[in-house]
């Protein structure tokens, strides 16, 4: 079937069932997270913000750092490293957890602790996708890990719900720790000489490299820049939604639950569509996803109702991935393969290390406005960037298509030398 193509690929298929193991953990584990830092803070939004900034600060600071060890060392390795290190880190969490030992600066250092690790594994996982299926397939493959990762926010939270209400948060988290081990035998099983590596980058390969190559490249630039400012005002999901069924609507933590399950779902239909996309996308598909996306935040933000708010964010959900998948498939198929870690890097670097900055942001807006500012405000945010950004491309492409525009401007005047023979000449040769 067409749909699950790279899925033929050993390693990959390998990858994948691990991923949905792991990454399910890893989503009971955020529900778990944000409960336990709820509840030990009376509902506060600026702690919460406080915990997501945190955990996201490292891959500010250390993502262009992790692209260039994934350029320049075994990747397979790299990730067996950071997934152990992760699931150490949760264990020692929920043991925390379970003695009723758990203070809220510990969970501050746990999320330094696992963001500092991502900074390392996200670029790395996401280079390592077009190592074990090649160019071709990288599309569907990287739709399927959507696809995956979706499947896994729908099915995390729920159970995260569910136990949560029954066991606590302690032994969700032990969970998670656990459920890491599946990625690291999937990436231990896997044939090392199946993969299709590229030559890695001399030991003196500079992230400045990577800058440069992207600096020079305006198809490039705009999506990264996109991608910028709606992963700091609109892709604070983490933060917004908790906050949105605590305090707005009052509700348990099944309730929340069923608000990250939505998002997901919505996510997880627009990953299995994506799956048909054979080539790069157009910059103008990334451009209209990115509007499409910022329109239904802001709907989601004004919803009236915890119904309405569910439907809502299905359709978001979908945007969300939308926009994410035509922006990394616009980004890493048009990068040269030397240069596709360091410039994930800053893909992740602007995709989610800007995420602290947001989460500052709207958690103190959601302190002062409410729950729903959070949204409302990333969504229209969102949609002057898109708006911008369209503008910038159409400006761009009329660039293009007459690169002396100062002399075809004046060659279009209403200039009275225009109806002379002389005149005429002149813009016949323009």
């Not at 190592?131 to 995956?148: C, D, K, W």
Request: aromatic share 8%; charged share 15%.
């Amino acid at each position: 079937m067409q749909t699950f193509r790279s899925l033929a690929v050993r390693n990959f298929r390998l990858f994948t069932a691990g991923q949905v193991v792991s990454v399910a953990g890893t989503w009971m584990m955020v529900v778990a997270q944000d409960w336990l830092v709820l509840s030990l803070t009376d509902d506060s939004a600026t702690a919460l913000g406080t915990v997501t900034a945190l955990q996201f600060t490292p891959l500010l600071l250390l993502t262009l750092y992790g692209g260039r060890l994934a350029d320049r060392h075994d990747k397979r390795l790299l990730l067996t490293v950071a997934n152990t290190a992760s699931g150490l880190f949760a264990l020692l969490l929920g043991l925390l957890v379970l003695a009723d030992r758990a203070a809220l600066w510990q969970v501050y250092l746990f999320a330094l602790a696992l963001g500092t690790v991502n900074a390392l594994e996200i670029p790395t996982r996401m280079a390592f996708v077009s190592e074990m299926v090649g160019a071709e397939l990288l599309p569907n493959a990287s739709a399927l890990s959507a696809a995956y990762f979706n499947v896994a926010r729908v099915v995390g939270p729920a159970l995260a719900g569910l136990l949560i209400s029954r066991f606590g948060t302690g032994r969700v988290m032990t969970l998670n720790a656990l459920s890491y081990a599946a990625t690291v035998v999937a990436l231990r099983m896997m044939r090392p000489g199946e993969l299709l590596r590229a030559p890695r980058a001399a030991s003196r390969a500079r992230v400045v490299d990577g800058l440069r190559h992207v600096r020079g490249r305006p198809d490039l630039m705009l999506p990264l820049a996109l991608v910028a400012v709606i992963g700091v005002f609109g892709f604070n999901f983490q933060l917004t939604l908790p906050l949105l069924a605590k305090t707005e609507f009052h509700s348990d933590v099944q309730a929340f639950g069923l608000l990250t399950t939505a998002l997901a779902a919505g996510s997880l239909a627009a990953a299995f569509v994506t799956t048909a996309r054979r080539g790069r996308p157009t910059s103008r598909t990334v451009l209209l996803a990115a509007l499409g996306f910022g329109v239904l935040e802001t709907a989601t933000g004004l919803a009236p109702s915890y119904p309405a708010v569910v439907v809502l964010l299905v359709l978001t959900g979908f945007a969300t991935v939308w926009f994410a998948q035509a922006a990394n498939h616009r980004v890493q198929l048009g990068t040269d393969t030397e240069y596709r870690g360091r410039v994930m890097a800053l893909y992740t670097l602007v995709f989610q290390g800007s995420t602290p900055l947001g989460a500052l942001f709207v958690g103190r807006l959601s302190e002062e406005a409410g729950a729903r500012s959070g949204l409302y405000v990333g969504g229209l945010v969102s949609c002057v960037a898109a708006l911008a950004a369209l503008a910038a491309e159409r400006a761009r492409r009329r660039r293009v298509r007459c690169p002396c525009a100062h002399r075809c401007r004046r060659a279009h005047s209403p200039d009275p030398t225009r109806t002379s023979p002389e005149g005429l000449q002149s813009g016949l040769r323009h």
